[in-house]
Nanobody
Framework: QVRLQESGPGLVKPSQSVSLTCTVSGGSITTAYTYWAWIRQLPGKGFEWIAHLFANGDTYYNPALHSRTSISRDTSKNELALRLSSVTPEDTAVYFC???????????WGQGTQVTASS
């Protein structure tokens, strides 16, 4: 059973960049027919999709965030990463990683990591 665990610095100052990691266990990040995502939940609001990375390496971004975000993976560590630059208080949210396997009926989610942008 695949498990995802997000991690990050927690607190970041406005205008700085933040890097988040999703450590994957119980499955490979390069498994065919899978794609991986970063999603965030803003305070008091719904979920917002940030980006996808497919098993073949293709990436797709939310146009509203594309200029400030980068999704990547480290296959040697079996990790998914997200970098968000020029952070503002509006980026304060819980950030989740998610795996979709087209052969399975449900996605796998991590527990999320809180990012707070504050001076």
């Amino acid at each position: 059973q695949v498990r995802l665990q997000e991690s990050g610095p927690g607190l970041v100052k406005p205008s700085q960049s933040v890097s988040l990691t999703c450590t994957v266990s119980g499955g490979s990040i390069t498994t065919a027919y899978t794609y991986w995502a970063w999603i965030r939940q803003l305070p008091g609001k719904g979920f917002e999709w940030i980006a996808h990375l497919f098993a073949n390496g293709d990436t797709y971004y939310n146009p509203a965030l594309h200029s400030r975000t980068s999704i990547s993976r480290d296959t040697s560590k079996n990790e998914l990463a997200l970098r968000l630059s020029s952070v503002t208080p509006e980026d304060t949210a819980v950030y989740f990683c998610d795996r979709t396997d087209t052969n399975l009926p449900t996605d796998a989610w991590g527990q999320g990591t809180q990012v707070t942008a504050s001076s």
